[in-house]
C-alpha cells in the first residue's frame, strides 16, 4: 500500500494470557486502585460455574464488588443507562467486564455513561453533533468467555438504541481496556456452535482488517497471523472443547483480530450488523455467511490478500495466479464453515427475502463498508445479500 501522510500506532492493552490467569484478578485490581469493582456480566454466565471461580478468586482475596447482569444479547441502551446508574449508587470505582462481546461492550459503554454522564444517544458517533469521549473514565478490565468478538482489545461498544432501531457506535481510545485477563479455562464449555460462530467472527475480522485500505503493516502482520492461528485451531476448537490448546489459540486469534481491526472493517460486517438488527442473526454467524460472498465482490481488488488466506489453509500459492489463489480461498472459508456446521446460506437460518431490502438500507447506513477494499451502493449491498441468501458461494 502507497505511503501517504503521517500515520499513528498504538497497540495499549495490557494482556495476561494463560490456564488460571484470573487468579491474577486481585493483584491487577491493586494496581489499578480499584477498591469496588463492578462486575458486569449477561444472565447465562453468571450462572455458570467458570463465574463462580472468578468470584471465589475476589471473595478469596476478601474484594467487595457488585454484580450487574441486566445485559441483553446485543446490548441496549436502556441496559447500559440502568447500569450506570446501579455504578454509581454502589460506589464503584472500577469496571470488570466478564463474557462475550454483549457484556464487554456494555460495560465499557457503562465506563463512558459512569465517567463522563449523559446517555448513550450522546455519543452516537453516527451523529455529527456527537459528544466526544475524552475521558477520564472507570479503569476497565475485559474478562472474555468467548473467542470472536475481540471486545475485549477493542476502542469501541456497539450498543442497540431502542429508540432508533438500530446500532449505536461509541469509540474512544479512552474505552480500551486498562487490562484484558484470557484465560482459556473460562471458555471450554462453550458449545459447539457458539464455538464456530465466534470463531468465524475472529476469522473475519482478520480477514476484512486485512483487506481493509489503510496504511498499518503492524496490523496487516497481525491479521496474517491471526488467520493462521483461526485456521489452525477453530475446527479443534469446535471438535474437542475441551482441548485447551485450541481453545488458548482461538483466543489469542480473536484478540489479534481486534487488535487489526483498529484499521478498521468492512462489508460482511456492515451486512452481519443490519441481519442482527433485522432479523435477529448472531453476530458470528452471519459474518460466516456472509463473508464468501464478501470476498467473491472483493476478489480483484484484494487477490494479492487473499492469496494469503488460501496459504493459511496449506494451498501452495507459489507461482499461482492470485486471483486463482483468492477464488481457492474462499472456497477453502465455504468449507471451513461446512466442516464447523454452519449453514451456507441465510434462508437456511430463518432470514426471509422479503426482509433483504430493509437489512440492505441499514447496512448501507452501517459505516464498516465504508473501509471495504472495493467500495459499494445501497444496491450493491442488496444484491450481495441476495447472494448470502441464496448461498452462492
Ligand atoms: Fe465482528
Redesign the pocket.
Known amino acids: 500500500m502507497e505511503i501517504k501522510g503521517i500515520s499513528r500506532f498504538s497497540f495499549p492493552t495490557n494482556i495476561v494470557f494463560g490456564p488460571g490467569a484470573i487468579k491474577e484478578l486481585p493483584g491487577i485490581f491493586k494496581e489499578l486502585h480499584v477498591e469496588r469493582p463492578f462486575v458486569v456480566t449477561d444472565p447465562g454466565f453468571a450462572g455458570t460455574d467458570s463465574f463462580k471461580s472468578i468470584l471465589a478468586v475476589l471473595d478469596g482475596e476478601g474484594i467487595k464488588y457488585s454484580i450487574y447482569t441486566d445485559v441483553n444479547p446485543n446490548p441496549h441502551d436502556t441496559d447500559v443507562e440502568k447500569g450506570a446508574k446501579e455504578y454509581e449508587k454502589d460506589g464503584c470505582n472500577g469496571i470488570v467486564a466478564v463474557g462475550g462481546?454483549s457484556p464487554m461492550d456494555a460495560a465499557k459503554a457503562i465506563a463512558v455513561l459512569a465517567g463522563q454522564g449523559g446517555v448513550v444517544a450522546d455519543y452516537d458517533a453516527q451523529k455529527s453533533d456527537g459528544k466526544a469521549i475524552t475521558g477520564p473514565l472507570p479503569p476497565i478490565v475485559t474478562v472474555p468467555t468467548t473467542s470472536?468478538?475481540?471486545s475485549e482489545v477493542g476502542k469501541c461498544s456497539v450498543i442497540t438504541s431502542t429508540e432508533l432501531g438500530r446500532k449505536i457506535f461509541m469509540c474512544s481510545p479512552h474505552m480500551l481496556a486498562k487490562q484484558a485477563v484470557l484465560d482459556p479455562e473460562l471458555v471450554v464449555t462453550l458449545p459447539a456452535h457458539l464455538t464456530a460462530f465466534t470463531g468465524m467472527?475472529?476469522i473475519?475480522?482478520n480477514i476484512e482488517s486485512l483487506t481493509a485500505p489503510i496504511f498499518h503493516p503492524m496490523c496487516d502482520a497481525i491479521a496474517v497471523k491471526g488467520i493462521e492461528i483461526g485456521v489452525e485451531y477453530l475446527e479443534k476448537a469446535v471438535n474437542n472443547p475441551t482441548d485447551i490448546q485450541a481453545r488458548g489459540y482461538m483466543m489469542i486469534c480473536a484478540m489479534m483480530?481486534a487488535v487489526a481491526?483498529q484499521k478498521d472493517?468492512g462489508t460482511a460486517?456492515s451486512m452481519?450488523h443490519a441481519l442482527s438488527a433485522v432479523c435477529g442473526l448472531q453476530?458470528?454467524l452471519a459474518?460466516a455467511i456472509c463473508l464468501p460472498v464478501v470476498m467473491n465482490y472483493n476478489k480483484e481488488v484484494s487477490k494479492k490478500e487473499y492469496a494469503l488466506v488460501a496459504r493459511a489453509f496449506g494451498v501452495d500459492i507459489f507461482g499461482m495466479d492470485e486471483l486463482k489463489a483468492a477464488e481457492r480461498a474462499i472456497k477453502e472459508i465455504s468449507a471451513l464453515n461446512k466442516r464447523i456446521g454452519i449453514p451456507g446460506a441465510l434462508k437456511d437460518v430463518g432470514v426471509k427475502k422479503e426482509q433483504l431490502a430493509e437489512v440492505a438500507d441499514k447496512a448501507f447506513l452501517d459505516p464498516c463498508h465504508l473501509t471495504n477494499s472495493r467500495s459499494s451502493t445501497r444496491d450493491d449491498l442488496y444484491n450481495l445479500l441476495l447472494e448470502a441468501y441464496e448461498g452462492e458461494f
Do not use: P
Open positions: 462481546g470472536g468478538t475481540g467472527d475472529a473475519t475480522h483480530g481491526f472493517l460486517h452481519s453476530h458470528g459474518n
